[in-house]
């Protein structure tokens, strides 16, 4: 079957770093999504990644190895506003999107 | 960033009353979705569209319609609402394969059954 793993709840401090991890088994592979969620309001749409290796925009990078089913959502410099859900989708062969339960972090002052 | 409007905003109703939920979207994407998600959980996809005359049902069952007679509209129907349908509906849309297969979406209709 097709699984999106990543944990359920994470907490950090504010000005720290922090990864969020996802694995992913799917029927074929066509690129993984982050999303981010505050609590109440719609996803938003932060990154993609398709190709093996690190996507960089602003404080957010994403991680991709495709041989290792596997993706990390890196969070510099956190503010108080990324407390929230993050999401980790991945397509499958049908273009079918396969969604995460996500991480809800916590930021910490 | 796609625009996507989702009507009502809140909805609170009795059982039994037959509800649409609108969404409509104004980047010609030819993919439409619908989700049903509750607080704190998961996203279930319960329908979704690849275009004018095409929805096919997700994988949570579910007990709504969907049409698709435009392309930028895909409203949602419950003939019969209960209190197991209280819920946030949010609406999605896309525009094709790969990046542009990016998923924007509507800001929800949240619905509570009374």
């Known amino acids: 079957g097709q699984n999106i793993d990543q944990p359920t709840e994470m907490t950090a401090t504010e000005g720290a770093i922090v990864q969020i991890n996802c694995t992913y088994q799917?029927?074929?592979?066509?690129?993984l999504f982050w999303y981010q969620q505050h609590a109440g309001e719609a996803p938003t749409f932060l990154s993609y990644n398709v190709l093996d290796g690190l996507e960089e925009k602003g404080r957010f990078s994403s991680f991709l190895s495709r041989s290792k089913g596997y993706s990390y959502l890196l969070l510099k410099e956190l503010q108080m506003k990324d407390s929230a859900s993050y999401l980790c989708a991945a397509l499958d062969s049908n273009y079918q999107l396969i969604w995460g339960a996500g991480t809800k972090l916590i930021i910490k002052p | 960033e796609a625009d996507i409007y989702q009507t009502p905003r809140y909805l609170v109703i009795g059982t039994g009353k037959k509800i649409t939920l609108e969404c409509s979207q104004t980047m010609g994407h030819d993919k439409m979705y619908w989700y049903q998600q509750d607080p704190g959980m998961e996203l279930h996809l319960i329908h979704y569209?690849?275009?004018?005359?095409?929805?096919e049902k997700g994988d949570l069952s579910s007990e709504s319609t969907v049409s698709r007679i435009r392309t930028e509209h895909f409203p949602l129907t419950l003939e019969s609402a209960r209190p197991s349908h209280t819920s946030q509906y949010l609406c999605a849309s896309s525009e094709s394969a790969g990046e542009t297969d990016t998923q924007y979406f509507g800001p929800g209709t949240r619905l509570t059954v009374l």
């Open positions: 569209s690849y275009g004018v005359n095409s929805t």
């Open positions: 799917t029927s074929g592979f066509n690129g």
